[in-house]
Protein backbone atom coordinates (compact mmCIF):
# COMPACT_ATOMS: atom_id res chain seq x y z
CA UNK A 1 0.00 0.00 0.00
CA UNK A 2 2.56 2.03 1.08
CA UNK A 3 4.52 1.57 -2.26
CA UNK A 4 1.07 2.19 -4.37
CA UNK A 5 0.68 5.44 -2.49
CA UNK A 6 4.51 6.90 -3.06
CA UNK A 7 4.17 6.25 -7.02
CA UNK A 8 0.88 7.95 -7.26
CA UNK A 9 1.85 11.02 -4.80
CA UNK A 10 5.02 11.74 -6.20
CA UNK A 11 5.76 9.46 -9.73
CA UNK A 12 8.97 9.49 -11.25
CA UNK A 13 9.30 9.44 -14.99
CA UNK A 14 12.19 7.57 -15.92
CA UNK A 15 10.52 4.76 -13.42
CA UNK A 16 7.29 5.18 -15.48
CA UNK A 17 9.20 5.45 -18.65
CA UNK A 18 10.85 2.05 -18.04
CA UNK A 19 7.86 0.34 -16.22
CA UNK A 20 6.40 1.55 -19.99
CA UNK A 21 9.13 -0.21 -21.98
CA UNK A 22 9.29 -3.41 -19.43
CA UNK A 23 5.40 -3.75 -20.08
CA UNK A 24 5.84 -2.87 -23.99
CA UNK A 25 8.47 -5.32 -24.12
CA UNK A 26 6.23 -8.45 -22.32
CA UNK A 27 2.88 -7.37 -24.68
CA UNK A 28 5.48 -7.95 -27.63
CA UNK A 29 6.98 -11.13 -26.38
CA UNK A 30 3.72 -12.28 -26.03
CA UNK A 31 2.08 -11.29 -29.50
CA UNK A 32 4.89 -13.15 -31.08
CA UNK A 33 4.31 -15.88 -28.53
CA UNK A 34 0.84 -15.90 -29.56
CA UNK A 35 1.36 -15.99 -33.67
CA UNK A 36 4.19 -18.40 -33.03
CA UNK A 37 1.72 -20.74 -31.65
CA UNK A 38 -1.01 -19.90 -34.05
CA UNK A 39 1.35 -20.57 -36.64
CA UNK A 40 1.99 -23.95 -35.51
CA UNK A 41 -1.37 -24.83 -34.98
CA UNK A 42 -2.07 -23.94 -38.49
CA UNK A 43 0.99 -26.02 -39.59
CA UNK A 44 -0.30 -29.05 -37.61
CA UNK A 45 -3.91 -28.70 -39.31
CA UNK A 46 -1.93 -28.40 -42.71
CA UNK A 47 0.36 -31.02 -42.61
CA UNK A 48 -1.39 -33.72 -40.49
CA UNK A 49 -0.06 -35.47 -37.39
CA UNK A 50 2.99 -37.65 -38.05
CA UNK A 51 2.83 -36.54 -41.63
CA UNK A 52 5.92 -35.42 -43.45
CA UNK A 53 5.60 -31.98 -45.06
CA UNK A 54 6.10 -32.26 -48.89
CA UNK A 55 8.71 -30.08 -50.33
CA UNK A 56 7.01 -28.56 -53.40
CA UNK A 57 7.31 -25.28 -54.69
CA UNK A 58 4.59 -23.12 -54.46
CA UNK A 59 4.01 -19.97 -56.16
CA UNK A 60 0.59 -19.27 -55.03
CA UNK A 61 -1.28 -18.71 -51.53
CA UNK A 62 -1.44 -22.02 -49.82
CA UNK A 63 -4.74 -21.21 -48.31
CA UNK A 64 -8.04 -19.54 -49.26
CA UNK A 65 -10.54 -17.70 -46.83
CA UNK A 66 -14.02 -17.70 -47.89
CA UNK A 67 -16.15 -15.63 -46.02
CA UNK A 68 -19.88 -14.84 -46.08
CA UNK A 69 -21.39 -11.97 -48.33
CA UNK A 70 -24.78 -12.03 -46.49
CA UNK A 71 -23.76 -12.42 -42.77
CA UNK A 72 -21.98 -8.94 -41.36
CA UNK A 73 -19.47 -10.73 -39.62
CA UNK A 74 -18.75 -12.29 -42.50
CA UNK A 75 -18.80 -15.88 -40.78
CA UNK A 76 -20.62 -19.15 -41.80
CA UNK A 77 -23.71 -19.51 -40.86
CA UNK A 78 -25.79 -22.07 -39.02
CA UNK A 79 -28.37 -24.26 -39.91
CA UNK A 80 -30.47 -24.95 -36.89
CA UNK A 81 -33.44 -27.48 -36.80
CA UNK A 82 -34.99 -29.82 -35.06
CA UNK A 83 -34.15 -33.14 -34.73
CA UNK A 84 -30.89 -31.89 -35.37
CA UNK A 85 -29.09 -32.62 -38.94
CA UNK A 86 -25.67 -32.96 -40.27
CA UNK A 87 -24.09 -33.25 -43.92
CA UNK A 88 -27.02 -30.80 -45.87
CA UNK A 89 -27.75 -30.57 -49.64
CA UNK A 90 -29.79 -27.21 -50.62
CA UNK A 91 -31.66 -25.85 -53.70
CA UNK A 92 -33.05 -22.00 -53.42
CA UNK A 93 -36.28 -22.37 -54.89
CA UNK A 94 -38.20 -19.10 -55.81
CA UNK A 95 -39.97 -16.88 -53.27
CA UNK A 96 -36.94 -17.53 -50.68
CA UNK A 97 -37.30 -20.97 -49.89
CA UNK A 98 -34.93 -23.64 -49.92
CA UNK A 99 -35.16 -27.56 -50.50
CA UNK A 100 -32.54 -29.36 -48.10
CA UNK A 101 -32.15 -32.58 -47.47
CA UNK A 102 -29.63 -33.44 -44.76
CA UNK A 103 -28.84 -36.79 -42.97
CA UNK A 104 -29.91 -37.67 -39.75
CA UNK A 105 -27.65 -39.17 -36.52
CA UNK A 106 -27.47 -42.38 -36.76
CA UNK A 107 -29.96 -43.70 -34.37
CA UNK A 108 -31.72 -46.20 -35.32
CA UNK A 109 -29.84 -49.68 -35.68
CA UNK A 110 -31.43 -53.24 -36.91
CA UNK A 111 -29.68 -56.89 -36.20
CA UNK A 112 -29.27 -58.73 -39.43
CA UNK A 113 -27.24 -62.39 -38.94
CA UNK A 114 -26.14 -61.49 -35.17
CA UNK A 115 -24.70 -58.33 -37.32
CA UNK A 116 -25.38 -54.44 -36.19
CA UNK A 117 -26.03 -52.33 -38.36
CA UNK A 118 -27.10 -48.84 -38.25
CA UNK A 119 -29.94 -47.48 -40.36
CA UNK A 120 -29.15 -44.26 -42.87
CA UNK A 121 -32.05 -41.93 -42.98
CA UNK A 122 -32.85 -37.98 -44.41
CA UNK A 123 -34.49 -35.24 -43.16
CA UNK A 124 -36.12 -33.44 -46.20
CA UNK A 125 -38.54 -30.20 -46.03
CA UNK A 126 -38.50 -26.39 -47.16
CA UNK A 127 -36.25 -24.30 -45.57
CA UNK A 128 -35.97 -20.50 -44.82
CA UNK A 129 -33.20 -18.10 -43.96
CA UNK A 130 -34.33 -16.00 -40.98
CA UNK A 131 -33.93 -12.46 -41.96
CA UNK A 132 -31.50 -10.61 -39.26
CA UNK A 133 -29.36 -13.66 -37.88
CA UNK A 134 -28.84 -15.34 -41.48
CA UNK A 135 -30.02 -18.78 -39.58
CA UNK A 136 -31.38 -21.04 -41.55
CA UNK A 137 -34.17 -23.17 -40.84
CA UNK A 138 -36.47 -25.68 -41.98
CA UNK A 139 -40.41 -24.65 -42.22
CA UNK A 140 -43.49 -26.54 -41.95
CA UNK A 141 -43.76 -29.97 -42.50
CA UNK A 142 -40.45 -32.10 -42.54
CA UNK A 143 -40.24 -35.99 -43.95
CA UNK A 144 -38.48 -38.63 -42.80
CA UNK A 145 -36.63 -40.36 -45.95
CA UNK A 146 -36.13 -44.53 -45.46
CA UNK A 147 -35.21 -45.56 -48.40
CA UNK A 148 -33.20 -49.44 -49.05
CA UNK A 149 -33.44 -51.93 -51.65
CA UNK A 150 -33.22 -54.25 -48.44
CA UNK A 151 -29.89 -57.00 -47.67
CA UNK A 152 -29.47 -60.27 -48.01
CA UNK A 153 -26.98 -63.01 -46.45
CA UNK A 154 -24.02 -61.60 -48.66
CA UNK A 155 -24.12 -57.92 -47.20
CA UNK A 156 -23.95 -59.34 -43.81
CA UNK A 157 -20.94 -61.06 -44.71
CA UNK A 158 -18.68 -60.47 -47.78
CA UNK A 159 -20.61 -56.85 -48.18
CA UNK A 160 -20.30 -55.51 -44.31
CA UNK A 161 -20.41 -51.92 -43.97
CA UNK A 162 -22.34 -51.21 -41.02
CA UNK A 163 -24.77 -49.16 -42.51
CA UNK A 164 -27.61 -49.25 -44.44
CA UNK A 165 -29.99 -47.16 -45.78
CA UNK A 166 -30.26 -43.87 -47.66
CA UNK A 167 -27.01 -41.56 -47.14
CA UNK A 168 -24.83 -38.78 -49.01
CA UNK A 169 -27.57 -36.81 -50.42
CA UNK A 170 -26.73 -34.68 -53.29
CA UNK A 171 -29.01 -32.11 -54.97
CA UNK A 172 -28.04 -30.62 -59.00
CA UNK A 173 -30.71 -28.56 -60.97
CA UNK A 174 -31.62 -29.99 -64.93
CA UNK A 175 -31.15 -27.26 -66.97
CA UNK A 176 -34.88 -27.98 -68.00
CA UNK A 177 -35.38 -26.77 -63.93
CA UNK A 178 -36.05 -30.21 -62.47
CA UNK A 179 -34.51 -30.70 -58.51
CA UNK A 180 -32.43 -33.88 -58.97
CA UNK A 181 -31.26 -36.06 -56.05
CA UNK A 182 -28.23 -38.08 -56.05
CA UNK A 183 -27.98 -40.59 -52.96
CA UNK A 184 -26.26 -43.78 -52.00
CA UNK A 185 -27.79 -47.31 -50.91
CA UNK A 186 -27.64 -50.65 -51.69
CA UNK A 187 -26.70 -52.06 -54.78
CA UNK A 188 -28.89 -54.33 -56.62
CA UNK A 189 -25.80 -55.85 -58.67
CA UNK A 190 -24.43 -59.28 -56.89
CA UNK A 191 -20.65 -58.06 -57.12
CA UNK A 192 -21.59 -54.10 -55.73
CA UNK A 193 -22.23 -53.40 -52.17
CA UNK A 194 -23.32 -50.17 -51.97
CA UNK A 195 -23.86 -48.21 -55.28
CA UNK A 196 -24.91 -44.40 -56.47
CA UNK A 197 -28.76 -43.66 -57.07
CA UNK A 198 -30.41 -40.62 -59.04
CA UNK A 199 -34.02 -39.51 -58.84
CA UNK A 200 -35.97 -36.76 -58.73
CA UNK A 201 -36.64 -34.75 -55.42
CA UNK A 202 -40.30 -35.05 -55.68
CA UNK A 203 -40.59 -38.70 -55.82
CA UNK A 204 -39.65 -38.14 -51.98
CA UNK A 205 -41.34 -34.56 -51.16
CA UNK A 206 -44.08 -32.90 -53.11
CA UNK A 207 -42.44 -29.85 -54.60
CA UNK A 208 -44.92 -28.57 -57.66
CA UNK A 209 -46.16 -25.96 -55.97
CA UNK A 210 -42.98 -24.49 -55.36
CA UNK A 211 -41.33 -24.91 -59.07
CA UNK A 212 -43.42 -21.98 -60.51
CA UNK A 213 -47.30 -22.39 -62.49
CA UNK A 214 -45.55 -25.07 -64.71
CA UNK A 215 -43.74 -27.84 -63.00
CA UNK A 216 -40.66 -28.90 -64.62
CA UNK A 217 -40.73 -32.78 -66.12
CA UNK A 218 -39.62 -35.65 -63.89
CA UNK A 219 -36.60 -36.75 -65.45
CA UNK A 220 -36.11 -39.80 -63.26
CA UNK A 221 -39.41 -40.07 -61.69
CA UNK A 222 -38.27 -43.78 -60.01
CA UNK A 223 -35.00 -44.12 -58.40
CA UNK A 224 -32.64 -45.36 -61.24
CA UNK A 225 -29.25 -47.74 -59.81
CA UNK A 226 -26.06 -46.05 -61.53
CA UNK A 227 -24.08 -49.21 -62.42
CA UNK A 228 -21.10 -49.22 -64.59
CA UNK A 229 -20.09 -52.60 -65.20
CA UNK A 230 -16.90 -52.13 -67.10
CA UNK A 231 -15.27 -50.52 -64.02
CA UNK A 232 -17.14 -51.30 -60.98
CA UNK A 233 -16.34 -50.58 -56.93
CA UNK A 234 -17.52 -52.77 -54.33
CA UNK A 235 -18.69 -49.30 -53.10
CA UNK A 236 -19.61 -46.64 -55.49
CA UNK A 237 -19.82 -43.26 -53.53
CA UNK A 238 -18.82 -39.51 -54.00
CA UNK A 239 -20.03 -39.55 -57.81
CA UNK A 240 -20.72 -35.91 -58.57
CA UNK A 241 -22.84 -34.95 -61.30
CA UNK A 242 -23.21 -32.27 -64.25
CA UNK A 243 -24.52 -31.29 -66.97
CA UNK A 244 -21.91 -30.38 -70.29
CA UNK A 245 -22.35 -30.01 -74.11
CA UNK A 246 -23.16 -33.75 -75.33
CA UNK A 247 -19.83 -35.30 -76.99
CA UNK A 248 -21.92 -36.97 -78.98
CA UNK A 249 -23.99 -34.58 -80.64
CA UNK A 250 -27.63 -36.11 -80.39
CA UNK A 251 -29.18 -33.61 -77.53
CA UNK A 252 -28.13 -29.93 -76.37
CA UNK A 253 -26.68 -31.10 -72.79
CA UNK A 254 -26.15 -34.19 -70.84
CA UNK A 255 -26.24 -35.55 -67.80
CA UNK A 256 -22.74 -37.07 -66.46
CA UNK A 257 -20.80 -38.27 -63.36
CA UNK A 258 -17.77 -37.96 -62.64
CA UNK A 259 -16.74 -41.00 -60.37
CA UNK A 260 -13.07 -40.47 -59.83
CA UNK A 261 -10.49 -38.39 -59.30
CA UNK A 262 -7.31 -40.06 -59.62
CA UNK A 263 -7.24 -42.20 -63.35
CA UNK A 264 -10.09 -39.81 -63.96
CA UNK A 265 -13.12 -41.45 -65.53
CA UNK A 266 -16.25 -39.65 -66.41
CA UNK A 267 -19.45 -41.90 -67.00
CA UNK A 268 -22.77 -41.01 -68.89
CA UNK A 269 -26.10 -42.17 -68.80
CA UNK A 270 -27.53 -43.07 -72.91
CA UNK A 271 -31.38 -43.23 -70.95
CA UNK A 272 -32.77 -44.11 -67.71
CA UNK A 273 -31.96 -48.13 -67.48
CA UNK A 274 -29.16 -47.18 -65.49
CA UNK A 275 -26.37 -48.31 -67.22
CA UNK A 276 -23.62 -46.29 -67.50
CA UNK A 277 -21.33 -45.82 -70.52
CA UNK A 278 -17.47 -44.23 -70.12
CA UNK A 279 -15.98 -41.21 -71.23
CA UNK A 280 -12.16 -41.85 -72.79
CA UNK A 281 -10.11 -39.02 -71.00
CA UNK A 282 -6.76 -40.23 -71.74
CA UNK A 283 -3.52 -40.26 -69.39
CA UNK A 284 -3.81 -39.19 -66.02
CA UNK A 285 -0.63 -36.77 -66.44
CA UNK A 286 -2.74 -33.35 -65.02
CA UNK A 287 -3.58 -35.02 -62.39
CA UNK A 288 -0.04 -36.53 -60.77
CA UNK A 289 1.74 -33.27 -61.90
CA UNK A 290 -1.24 -30.59 -61.05
CA UNK A 291 -3.95 -31.64 -59.00
CA UNK A 292 -1.91 -34.01 -56.29
CA UNK A 293 1.14 -32.26 -56.68
CA UNK A 294 -0.13 -28.61 -55.23
CA UNK A 295 -2.26 -30.41 -52.46
CA UNK A 296 -0.39 -30.83 -49.09
CA UNK A 297 0.19 -34.21 -48.92
CA UNK A 298 -0.38 -37.57 -46.59
CA UNK A 299 -3.35 -37.99 -48.32
CA UNK A 300 -5.12 -41.38 -48.05
CA UNK A 301 -7.61 -40.36 -50.69
CA UNK A 302 -9.16 -37.24 -52.87
CA UNK A 303 -12.28 -37.88 -53.56
CA UNK A 304 -15.40 -36.15 -54.91
CA UNK A 305 -17.50 -33.55 -52.49
CA UNK A 306 -20.13 -31.72 -54.66
CA UNK A 307 -21.90 -31.54 -57.89
CA UNK A 308 -19.70 -29.97 -60.52
CA UNK A 309 -21.06 -26.33 -61.47
CA UNK A 310 -21.23 -24.30 -64.93
CA UNK A 311 -19.49 -21.18 -64.64
CA UNK A 312 -19.36 -18.83 -67.07
CA UNK A 313 -15.96 -16.44 -67.00
CA UNK A 314 -17.90 -12.72 -66.86
CA UNK A 315 -19.78 -11.07 -64.48
CA UNK A 316 -24.10 -11.48 -65.30
CA UNK A 317 -24.44 -9.42 -68.55
CA UNK A 318 -21.10 -8.67 -69.72
CA UNK A 319 -21.48 -11.77 -72.11
CA UNK A 320 -23.04 -14.51 -73.23
CA UNK A 321 -22.12 -18.41 -72.25
CA UNK A 322 -20.38 -20.39 -75.09
CA UNK A 323 -18.49 -23.34 -75.11
CA UNK A 324 -15.44 -20.73 -75.09
CA UNK A 325 -16.14 -19.08 -71.89
CA UNK A 326 -17.70 -21.26 -69.58
CA UNK A 327 -16.04 -23.93 -67.12
CA UNK A 328 -16.89 -26.68 -64.66
CA UNK A 329 -16.16 -26.56 -60.89
CA UNK A 330 -16.74 -28.38 -57.56
CA UNK A 331 -14.86 -28.92 -54.24
CA UNK A 332 -12.94 -32.17 -53.50
CA UNK A 333 -11.88 -33.62 -50.68
CA UNK A 334 -8.02 -34.20 -49.79
CA UNK A 335 -8.91 -37.15 -46.87
CA UNK A 336 -5.91 -37.91 -45.02
CA UNK A 337 -5.60 -39.57 -40.69
CA UNK A 338 -5.21 -36.70 -38.00
CA UNK A 339 -5.50 -38.33 -33.83
CA UNK A 340 -6.68 -41.42 -35.38
CA UNK A 341 -9.64 -39.72 -37.50
CA UNK A 342 -10.69 -39.00 -40.81
CA UNK A 343 -9.82 -35.25 -41.97
CA UNK A 344 -11.15 -33.93 -44.85
CA UNK A 345 -9.09 -30.64 -46.63
CA UNK A 346 -11.20 -28.94 -49.08
CA UNK A 347 -10.19 -27.51 -52.72
CA UNK A 348 -11.84 -26.54 -55.14
CA UNK A 349 -11.22 -28.06 -58.81
CA UNK A 350 -11.84 -26.60 -62.46
CA UNK A 351 -12.31 -28.33 -65.79
CA UNK A 352 -12.83 -27.64 -68.94
CA UNK A 353 -16.53 -27.93 -69.71
CA UNK A 354 -16.16 -30.03 -73.66
CA UNK A 355 -15.30 -33.24 -73.97
CA UNK A 356 -13.08 -34.56 -72.91
CA UNK A 357 -13.29 -32.21 -69.47
CA UNK A 358 -9.98 -32.26 -68.47
CA UNK A 359 -8.11 -31.04 -65.24
CA UNK A 360 -7.98 -26.88 -65.85
CA UNK A 361 -6.98 -25.66 -62.20
CA UNK A 362 -6.87 -26.20 -58.89
CA UNK A 363 -7.73 -23.64 -55.58
CA UNK A 364 -5.50 -22.95 -52.47
CA UNK A 365 -6.95 -25.53 -49.54
CA UNK A 366 -10.40 -23.29 -48.71
CA UNK A 367 -11.06 -22.52 -45.26
CA UNK A 368 -14.53 -21.54 -44.64
CA UNK A 369 -14.65 -18.26 -42.12
CA UNK A 370 -15.95 -18.85 -38.61
CA UNK A 371 -14.95 -22.85 -38.80
CA UNK A 372 -11.12 -22.34 -38.89
CA UNK A 373 -9.46 -26.06 -39.22
CA UNK A 374 -12.02 -28.21 -37.65
CA UNK A 375 -13.84 -31.70 -38.86
CA UNK A 376 -15.69 -30.09 -41.97
CA UNK A 377 -17.02 -31.64 -44.40
CA UNK A 378 -18.52 -30.54 -47.90
CA UNK A 379 -21.83 -31.54 -49.04
CA UNK A 380 -23.33 -29.32 -51.35
CA UNK A 381 -22.63 -26.33 -53.47
CA UNK A 382 -25.09 -24.59 -55.91
CA UNK A 383 -26.31 -21.37 -56.92
CA UNK A 384 -28.45 -18.34 -55.12
CA UNK A 385 -31.64 -17.59 -57.04
CA UNK A 386 -31.04 -13.86 -59.18
CA UNK A 387 -34.24 -12.24 -59.58
CA UNK A 388 -36.11 -13.65 -62.61
CA UNK A 389 -33.18 -16.16 -63.25
CA UNK A 390 -34.91 -19.62 -64.54
CA UNK A 391 -32.22 -21.72 -65.10
CA UNK A 392 -30.01 -22.48 -62.42
CA UNK A 393 -27.60 -25.06 -64.09
CA UNK A 394 -25.23 -22.68 -64.41
CA UNK A 395 -24.10 -18.61 -63.25
CA UNK A 396 -21.55 -16.02 -63.28
CA UNK A 397 -18.62 -14.80 -61.83
CA UNK A 398 -20.52 -12.12 -59.29
CA UNK A 399 -23.47 -14.62 -58.71
CA UNK A 400 -23.88 -15.85 -55.39
CA UNK A 401 -23.18 -19.76 -54.68
CA UNK A 402 -24.50 -21.16 -51.42
CA UNK A 403 -21.86 -23.89 -49.57
CA UNK A 404 -23.19 -26.81 -47.48
CA UNK A 405 -21.12 -27.73 -44.55
CA UNK A 406 -21.23 -30.49 -42.14
CA UNK A 407 -19.45 -30.27 -39.02
CA UNK A 408 -17.72 -33.23 -37.14
CA UNK A 409 -21.09 -35.25 -38.17
CA UNK A 410 -22.89 -33.22 -35.86
CA UNK A 411 -24.08 -29.53 -36.90
CA UNK A 412 -24.55 -27.69 -40.30
CA UNK A 413 -23.74 -24.28 -41.59
CA UNK A 414 -23.91 -22.73 -45.25
CA UNK A 415 -21.58 -19.81 -46.63
CA UNK A 416 -22.48 -17.80 -49.65
CA UNK A 417 -20.40 -15.73 -51.62
CA UNK A 418 -19.76 -14.61 -55.20
CA UNK A 419 -18.32 -17.69 -57.43
CA UNK A 420 -15.34 -15.30 -58.32
CA UNK A 421 -13.87 -15.68 -54.81
CA UNK A 422 -13.60 -19.04 -54.78
CA UNK A 423 -11.56 -18.61 -58.29
CA UNK A 424 -8.76 -16.30 -56.92
CA UNK A 425 -5.16 -17.89 -56.26
CA UNK A 426 -5.49 -21.01 -58.60
CA UNK A 427 -2.93 -22.90 -59.68
CA UNK A 428 -3.29 -23.57 -63.72
CA UNK A 429 -3.03 -26.78 -65.11
CA UNK A 430 -3.00 -26.31 -68.64
Known sequence: QHLIHTLTIQPNPMKRLNSFRFFSFLLFLTAVLVIGLTISVMNASLEGEGEKQVNIPITYKKTLLLTSSSNPFKVS??????????????????????????????????EIENKTFVVSQLLAGIAKIHKDIKEMNYVGKTTEVEYSRGISGRMAT???????????????????????????????????????????????????????????????????????????????????????????????HRLYFHAQLKAPRVWFLNDTSGKMHPVTLGDNSLYENCIKRHMEGGSLRIHH????????????????????????????????????????RPYAITWHRNYPFQFRSISPRLFFAGLGATLTYTTSMNWKRNEGVKDLSFGYLDDIVMVTIGLEDQEAFYLDFPMQDMLQDHHMCA
Not at 78 to 104: D, E, G, W
Not at 227 to 246: H, M, Q, T, V
Open 77 to 110: NKILTYPPIFNPSVLHLPNQQYLMMARLPKVKKI
Open 158 to 252: GCFVGVVGIEDPRLIWSPEGSPLLIFGTESTDAWVCRSCWVVDARYFLSLDDKLGDKPPPKLFPEPVELLRYEEPSKIEKNWSAFYAPDHLGLHS
Open 305 to 344: ATPLLSVVLCKRGECEPDNTNTILIAIVHDQHKKKGMNWY
